[in-house]
């Protein structure tokens, strides 16, 4: 092993620098070189649209002082995947074709022995591709939503519920004062992780999942039980992915070699309990704050761990694996287990019960 490759791919998470700078470091000291990858695979697919290179060399030096900072050094892309590239066509539509061959020379062509990718769902299912293609290649675990399997954790989340408890107790106070109702959408895709930490710690009074298909008279009539005993606001935490009994999801729309966009349920709740309670609503969209800013020490401390693991993975000849969290230690997956398996809430677990006791209605 001497040259090994480092990107980062789908949506940014608060960690991933950090990751980046343990498997540089950690690298180092074996006498290992470290490129990182412009955008996802960009850096290699169209190195033309890169004047400085798709390849950014990595060096102790260059990864100094990034630990505690968010977004990712070496940027990242939702619309990259090579299994299913968008190009323009002469009928002036998007296309998806498969370039993972053409990748797999720009691999070889630059003499690169190994792949550390790290990413979420589609990125880690596009580093299983390729390795079982024949790339040498270790997989990371981010995303805010914490909805992969395999692994205990992915760093992100912990970040992304910090920050959303945070807004929440915020608004417990403005909602308090004007005698509102306040729904907070939280983002989250398909699963109700981040809905349900924060708005459990947050202390909200109805938390809807993707998970619990909700019934609306359900969460007005639990905000009309607090008014009848004076307790005249009320904070109703949102999952992006939430939907009614019945009904579907809410979304914005889907491009051509892009996941589907979620968002806008949190406007229709509010609307709707406007118009059963008589109260007085405004609806918050966390959206992409809970995506930025610096990483907790959880995740932090995580996202070290990972990337020196991803290292030590390297070492002993692994591919085609994740690094998982599995306490107290961090073990290595393979990759072709947690694609295409989503980790959604399960409906007995702790935090779900603890919210009932404590009265947080579902809506079911
Ligand atoms: O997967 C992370 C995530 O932030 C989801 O929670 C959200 O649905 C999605 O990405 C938003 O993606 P984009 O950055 O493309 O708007």
Redesign the pocket.
């Known amino acids: 092993m001497k040259r090994i490759a480092i990107n980062t791919g ?2 940014d ?1 608060p960690g991933l620098n950090a990751v980046i700078r343990a498997i540089v470091l950690a690298a180092t000291q074996r006498g290992w070189e470290c490129v990182g990858i412009r955008d996802g695979y960009n850096g290699l697919l169209m190195p033309e649209n890169y004047p400085e290179g798709g390849l950014m060399t990595l060096t102790p030096d260059s990864v100094r002082g990034i630990t505690h900072l968010g977004g990712t050094i070496l940027g990242t892309t ?1 619309r990259g995947n090579p299994l299913a590239y968008p190009v323009l066509g002469e009928d002036g539509q998007y296309h998806e074709i498969d370039r993972s061959d053409e990748l797999l020379d720009a691999f070889a062509e630059q003499k690169l022995d190994a792949l550390i990718a790290i990413g ?1 769902d589609g990125s880690l299912a596009i580093a299983g591709a390729l390795a079982a293609k024949g790339l040498r290649v270790v997989g990371v675990p981010k ?3 914490n909805d992969l399997d395999k692994t205990v954790a992915t760093f992100g989340f912990n970040t992304a519920v910090y920050f959303a408890t945070e807004c929440i107790d915020r608004l417990h106070t403005t909602a308090a004062s004007h005698q509102r109702i306040m729904v907070v959408e939280v ?3 398909y699963a109700g992780w ?1 809905a349900l930490n924060s708005g459990v710690a947050g202390t909200a009074d109805a938390i809807l999942l993707p998970e619990i298909p909700y019934d609306i008279n359900k969460v007005a009539e639990k905000i009309q039980k607090r008014s009848s005993r004076g307790r005249d606001f009320s904070i109703v935490v949102v999952a ?1 992915g939430a939907k009614p009994i019945g009904g579907d999801l809410t979304i914005i729309g889907k491009a051509v070699g ?2 589907e ?3 806008g349920i949190g406007h229709k709740v509010g609307a709707e309990l406007q118009a059963l309670t008589g109260k007085e609503t405004r609806v918050v969209v966390l959206g ?1 704050l ?2 930025g800013g610096k990483p907790t020490a959880y995740d932090r401390l995580l996202s070290l761990r990972f990337g020196a693991a991803a290292v030590r993975s390297l070492v002993e000849g692994q591919t085609g694996v994740m690094v998982a969290l599995d306490p107290p230690t961090v073990n290595y997956v393979p990759l072709a287990d947690v694609a295409g398996r989503m980790k959604r809430v399960p409906l007995d677990c702790d935090t779900i019960l603890t919210g009932r006791d404590l009265g947080i209605s579902f809506g079911d």
């Open positions: 789908g949506g998470a939702n979420g995303t805010i939503d983002m989250g895709r981040i992006e892009q996941a966009r979620l968002g992409h809970l995506r």
